[in-house]
Structure formats: structure tokens, C-alpha cells
């Protein structure tokens, strides 16, 4: 079964700062990954997904992420972090089929 | 468009009773996805249903039965609760396929005494 790795499950920043929440990701065929974020009391919703095309992925509100398959690795990053940004981040990973399977979260906090 | 709804949104059981969650999505998708959400755990899928009509097992699918109703519903039911159910449990569509983008519904906490 494919599976992810988020390392670091609580990360903070300061407002303005980069942020960097990393996934790693095993795979024996080539993946799809996704990054999805969760705010306080909803459901997740997607920031961005890697599915074979451009390395380097663009998201909504200033996010990105890059897939670099030597280092089986997809992180996410911000140049600099908005207040708002604060919430619950989930890395996913699919396999050829139906199923999805996530990592275990990293929640970021935003310092004013 | 309403999107994912689930229903309810809260629940309070004994250990031993039933329930039925609910979903319905109005995107017209063809796959629907049960997870559960568990603290250091992230999401966990316990049944999924790629299309009307089939539905299969994810990573978690003890004491859980699921109900295709028709394109638009997905019911989730635990048939005799335990405390080890107490979740946040999501219910999710798509398109389909590996690399579709899951739309969630905003969640039911169950909680079993």
C-alpha cells in the first residue's frame, strides 16, 4: 500500500515568514500526490495536486509544492505566511486505483 | 450547489446501539469516499464506491456498512457502536480515478459512551 509521511505534526511561523510543512512519500509506482488543507471545524478541501505533468505545482493562496522523485519527497511551501494560512494541513497519495491515503497532518500556527 | 452534505452533525450513542450517516452530493461524481478522522491518525478511508452500484473496503472497514443508494447518496452504518468509533467521520466525492480531486462534506462527530 502507498503511504505518506509528514514530519513535524505542529510547526510554527511568523506572520510574513516561509513556510515549509514536509511530506515524504513511498511509492513503487509513480504517485499522484495532494495537499489539502483543513480549517477549524470543516471538511478538507485541495491546495494543490501533483499528477505527472510540471514538477513544481502551483495552488490557491500563494501555495506551492514540488515533486522531486529522487528525493521521494513533495513539501509545500509559502514565501510568507498570512494569519489566515493558520489551520490544519493534510499531504495524500493515490495509487492507480480508487484509494487515498493521507498522512497523519501538520498543524500550522501563524505568530503575529 | 450545495456540494457534500452529511447528516448529522453530531451524535451522542451507547455502546451496542445503531446509526446511519448520511451523505448526499449534488456535483454529479461518481466516486464516494467514507474516512474516519482520528488525533495523530489523519484520515483513514473505511469504504469507498468508485461508481453507482459498487462499492469496495478501504484501510478501515471493521464494523462499518455502506449503502450506494443511487448516484447522489452514500450512507455509512455502524451496526452495534463501540468506543473505538468515537471519530470525526467525512464523506467525500469525486470524479473518480487516481487523480481526482475529493470535495468533503463538513463532518459528523460521533461520539460512543
Known amino acids: 500500500a502507498q503511504s505518506v509521511t509528514q514530519l513535524g505534526s505542529h510547526v510554527s511561523v511568523s506572520e510574513g515568514a516561509l513556510v515549509l510543512l514536509r511530506c515524504n512519500y513511498s511509492s513503487s509506482v509513480p504517485p499522484y500526490l495532494f495537499w489539502y488543507v483543513q480549517y477549524p471545524n470543516q471538511g478538507l478541501q485541495l491546495l494543490l495536486k501533483y499528477t505527472s505533468a510540471a514538477t513544481l505545482v502551483k495552488g490557491i493562496n500563494g501555495f506551492e509544492a514540488e515533486f522531486k522523485k529522487s528525493e521521494t519527497s513533495f513539501h509545500l511551501t509559502k514565501p510568507s505566511a498570512h494569519m489566515s494560512d493558520a489551520a490544519e494541513y493534510f499531504c495524500?497519495?493515490?495509487?492507480?486505483?480508487?484509494?487515498?491515503?493521507f498522512g497523519t497532518g501538520t498543524s500550522l500556527t501563524v505568530i503575529p | 450547489n450545495a456540494g457534500v452534505t452529511q447528516t448529522p452533525k453530531f451524535q451522542v450513542l451507547k455502546t451496542g446501539q445503531s446509526m446511519t450517516l448520511q451523505c448526499a452530493q449534488d456535483m454529479n461524481h461518481n466516486s464516494m469516499y467514507w474516512y474516519r478522522q482520528d488525533p495523530g491518525m489523519g484520515l483513514r478511508l473505511i469504504y469507498y464506491s468508485a461508481s453507482e452500484g459498487t462499492t469496495d473496503k478501504g484501510e478501515v472497514p471493521n464494523g462499518y456498512n455502506v449503502s450506494r443508494l443511487n448516484k447522489r447518496e452514500f450512507s455509512l452504518r455502524l451496526e452495534s457502536a463501540a468506543p473505538s468509533q468515537t471519530s470525526v467521520y467525512f464523506c467525500?466525492?469525486?470524479?473518480?480515478?487516481?487523480?481526482?480531486?475529493?470535495?468533503f462534506g463538513p463532518g459528523t462527530r460521533l461520539t460512543v459512551l
Open positions: 495524500a497519495v493515490s495509487d492507480t486505483g480508487n484509494q487515498f491515503y
Open positions: 467525500a466525492s469525486g470524479t473518480g480515478g487516481p487523480r481526482n480531486t475529493q470535495y
